[in-house]
């Protein structure tokens, strides 16, 4: 069975940053691509970035480009989003998943079979 556990949550202000964490189970992680996406209350989740298994793929939405920066750790089986110049509307649970495609840097949901129960993110004003 696939797990994945979000870590890194929390209350911040405008501007400042935080680093989420994935932590994937080596079946769910060893050789699959994995992605970060977002929902925020009333919204649809929304895709953020994605990164593939090996060689340094990676995609971003538009609204993280330059903003936030997707990596992994294949040897810990971790994956982060460092998050920087946070704004109010980046509030919303942060979910992590993951695609057994490892080539794939998707950014629709339905190539992800795999998700976290996802981390909350605040951001004041």
């Known amino acids: 069975q696939a797990q994945l556990v979000e870590s890194g949550g929390g209350l911040v202000q405008t501007g400042d940053s935080l680093r989420l964490s994935c932590l994937a189970s080596p079946s769910t992680f060893n050789n699959y691509a994995l992605g970060w996406f977002r929902q925020s209350p009333g919204e649809e989740r929304e895709f953020v970035a994605a990164?593939?298994?090996?060689?340094?793929?990676?995609y971003y939405s538009h609204f993280a480009q330059g903003r936030f920066t997707i990596s992994r750790d294949n040897a810990k089986n971790a994956g982060y989003l460092q998050m920087n110049s946070l704004k109010p509307e980046d509030s919303a649970v942060y979910y992590c998943a993951a695609n057994p495609d490892g080539a794939v840097v998707a950014g629709t949901e339905d190539r992800y079979p795999y998700w976290g129960q996802g981390t909350h993110v605040t951001v004041s004003s």
């Open positions: 990164i593939a298994w090996r060689g340094g793929g990676t």
